[in-house]
């Protein structure tokens, strides 16, 4: 699978962004998920979407603020991002899960096996 993501820019905190990634091929994946690294810092998960059941996950720092959808029509996943933050200001990847991963490691970077090139996004104080 290919995954392309896009929609980053330049905002100001408290405003909205949606990303988007859009996959090519086939896919076994059991997640797909999103993940952002800041300057100087590791990649952290962000959000991830159980491809079957749209079950959702997402980490402390996030949640109430972003949702994570997936379109099967358009073979997107998307990442609504709102009350954004300074400290959101990261490179942001979405990523495809292999097909055995279970919800315990859906969070973990190692259980995904697919990633896209990244999209950045700043968010200015």
């Known amino acids: 699978v290919q995954l392309q993501a896009s929609g980053g820019g330049l905002v100001q905190a408290g405003a909205s962004l949606r990303l988007s990634c859009a996959w090519s091929?086939?896919?076994?994946?059991?997640?797909l998920g999103w993940f952002r690294q800041a300057p100087g810092k590791d990649r952290e998960f962000v959000a991830a979407?159980?491809?079957?059941?749209?079950?959702?996950h997402y980490a402390d720092s996030v949640k109430g603020r972003f949702v994570i959808s997936r379109d099967s029509a358009e073979n997107t996943v998307d990442l609504q991002m709102s009350s954004l933050k300074p400290e959101d200001t990261a490179v942001y990847y979405c990523?495809?899960?292999?097909?055995?991963?279970?919800?315990?490691?859906?969070?973990?970077?190692?259980?995904?096996?697919?990633w896209g090139q990244g999209t950045l996004v700043t968010v200015s104080s």
């Open positions: 091929g086939r896919t076994s994946a059991r997640y």
């Open positions: 979407i159980k491809w079957r059941d749209r079950s959702t």
């Open positions: 990523a495809a899960s292999g097909s055995g991963t279970i919800t315990s490691q859906a969070r973990s970077l190692e259980s995904y096996a697919s």
